[in-house]
């Protein structure tokens, strides 16, 4: 190569789009839409495998069984006045099924676009929908923020890309934070283990190929809730992607089973 | 002279691409028991397979365990399955190892007196012939994939894959293992795939927290063996139970009112739509009878507090003392 073919290499090079591995941490991409930028596909029917915590996920375990959950003193109360009869009562037997509570549950999810900024998650455990927003739906909508609207079982849910890569000699890889909050008063395990409406919800959600091709969603999510917790609650829950949708079966919330 | 200098910033330019992602995973980190805690403090109870996706070979074999099994010498390292951490109650620590030129040559993860510490090649070496040693660590090799180390680990010894119950893991098994750190919170998923005991890959997902001020504790990395119950030695006895005699299979189902087959880990159990059979058959216990509260306990904090009813197992007093011990 001689020193002009050299001059010309290094000017290609420096005009090259800086490799998104270079990216501060949490970089989002500022163009296009939400699901144009999408850096992983989260669309499916999802079932969560439960290989964990078989016992309190998939059967409603005896009041007072709180092992493993880091409740405060005054969840530590809650959990023992649990009572299905009154949430019964109270119409609120949806209780365990807010987002907190929900994704851990035995649960088949899918994940659809909504539009190009919202994320759809619908359980048949429960009939639940939870709506994750990107942050150009909310400016559409007229600005409307948690603060303002009514609190529910899944709550208001801020979506974002988490971007790595995509850049020259780089894959794009990324996975998607969501913050939930303006929950109301729900429930993390069946029997009563309290979250309050002041709780906040942090999930990561990643997708994970293996080689065969079957794709396994991990959800690593926190629980931080002043007034029934004194320590996050910190778990990850694994779902596997579904070709076969022929098992979804929606059931209405129970407060009981 | 000219020419020189641009062959010089070009190489540099060159070499100076990221070539993909990495993230610092060195440090140590704190476990958070918030998922099968049973498992992962007091042990499992004898004949508690649920969530587990087993063989026919694999539950016969779990069923022959009897806990003094892991006293005889032969076996006491069998607990030393490279990704049984998953299943402990201890911190993690993790750091690299660098060539000369200060790349990362591997992740290496401490070990502990069960589990031998696990080197994550990320040099882009081969496994070994399928006819290589099986070390107790397993031999992985890893890249990275965004953010996520990915990892795959092979050549593992036939070993007890959960804690304290017996459950095998073939010297076939293959794990494939994602590793995220997201600031302080680190994921690791593993996912074991095994033609022997498994009937369809065992999916376990965990979280720890970076802690600067932690401490796994001793680092060591040798299984010690040594005779725990003299009577044994030098009689040949293998404690076992035969075939259909094992007292405890029914634990589960006597204490907690669940299904014989979910107890036993059949695959279909782990599954949503099992609840259809659970909804007719299943009945809760009238209490919680044993750790209940574990978290509490363990954080030296109030458990049953006055009018509660939280119930610690009734863990001996010496044991109690020693999880709450302000130097925990």
């Not at chain 1, 639940?128 to 899944?154: D, K, M, V, Y």
């Not at chain 2, 070390?135 to 007890?160: C, M, Y």
Request: overall charge neutral.
């Amino acid at each position: 190569m001689d020193c002009r073919s050299l001059a010309i290499a290094i000017a290609v090079i420096s005009l090259l789009p800086v490799s998104a591995g270079a990216q501060p941490r949490g970089a989002r991409a500022s163009t296009g839409s939400a699901r144009a930028e999408a850096p992983i596909d989260l669309t499916g029917q999802w079932v969560a495998i439960i290989s964990e915590d078989w016992r309190w996920r998939m059967i409603t375990p005896p009041k007072g069984d709180i092992v493993s959950i880091p409740l405060s003193l005054r969840g530590q109360q809650a959990a023992e006045a649990w009572d299905p009869a009154k949430d019964e009562a109270a119409g609120e037997q949806c209780k365990a099924y807010g987002a907190p509570g929900l994704m851990r549950g035995p649960i088949r999810m899918r994940i659809s676009w909504q539009d190009d900024a919202t994320l759809k998650v619908e359980t048949d455990y429960g009939i639940q929908t939870r709506i994750l927003r990107f942050p150009s739906t909310a400016l559409r909508a007229g600005g409307t923020t948690a603060a303002s609207a009514a609190r529910s079982w899944q709550g208001h849910t801020s979506a974002e890309w988490v971007v790595r890569g995509g850049g020259r000699d780089s894959q794009r890889h990324g996975s998607l934070k969501t913050v939930t909050t303006n929950l109301r008063q729900g429930y993390l395990r069946k029997n009563g283990v309290p979250y309050s409406e002041r709780a906040v919800f942090t999930e990561h959600w990643d997708v994970h190929v293996l080689p065969s091709g079957d794709k396994y969603l991990v959800n690593t999510n926190v629980v931080e809730d002043p007034v029934y917790l004194q320590a996050p609650f910190q778990t990850a829950i694994h779902y596997k992607l579904e070709r076969d949708t022929s098992k979804w079966d929606p059931t209405p919330c129970d407060a009981r089973f | 002279m000219r020419c020189q200098v641009l062959t010089v910033v070009t190489s540099v330019l060159l070499y100076a691409a990221p070539a993909s992602a990495q993230v610092e995973l060195g440090g140590t980190y704190a476990i958070r028991m918030h998922e099968d805690y049973i498992e992962r403090g007091p042990g499992s109870f004898l004949g508690d397979f649920t969530g587990m996706p087993l063989s026919d070979e694999g539950r016969a074999k779990a069923l022959r365990y009897s806990s003094s099994l892991p006293s005889t010498i032969e076996r006491q390292c069998l607990a030393q399955s490279p990704w049984v951490g998953l299943y402990r109650p201890l911190a993690l620590r993790i750091w690299s190892e660098h060539d000369e030129s200060g790349r990362v040559v591997a992740w290496v993860m401490g070990g502990d007196y069960l589990r031998d510490t696990v080197r994550i090649w990320m040099d882009g070496r081969p496994h070994p012939s399928p006819n290589a040693w099986h070390p107790s660590s397993g031999f992985t090799t890893g890249h990275w994939e965004g953010d996520t180390l990915v990892a795959r680990t092979t050549h593992v010894k036939t070993a007890w894959i959960r804690r304290g119950v017996g459950i095998p893991g073939s010297d076939q098994s293959t794990f494939t293992v994602f590793m995220t750190r997201r600031e302080n919170l680190l994921t690791i998923t593993t996912i074991q795939e095994d033609p022997v005991y498994l009937t369809e890959p065992h999916v376990v997902s965990r979280v720890w927290e970076f802690d600067p001020r932690g401490s796994q504790g001793p680092m060591r990395d040798t299984c010690n063996v040594g005779v725990e119950i003299p009577p044994l030695e030098d009689t040949g006895e293998v404690p076992h139970h035969l075939p259909g005699q094992n007292p405890e299979a029914d634990y589960m189902v006597r204490t907690y009112n669940i299904p014989r087959e979910a107890a036993m880990g059949f695959a279909h159990t782990l599954y949503p739509e099992y609840r259809k059979t659970l909804r007719s058959t299943y009945k809760p216990p009238a209490s919680c009878g044993r750790y209940c509260c574990g978290w509490i306990e363990r954080q030296g904090l109030p458990g049953a507090a006055p009018g509660l009813t939280c119930n610690d197992g009734n863990l001996p007093a010496a044991l109690r003392k020693a999880l709450t011990s302000p130097e925990r």
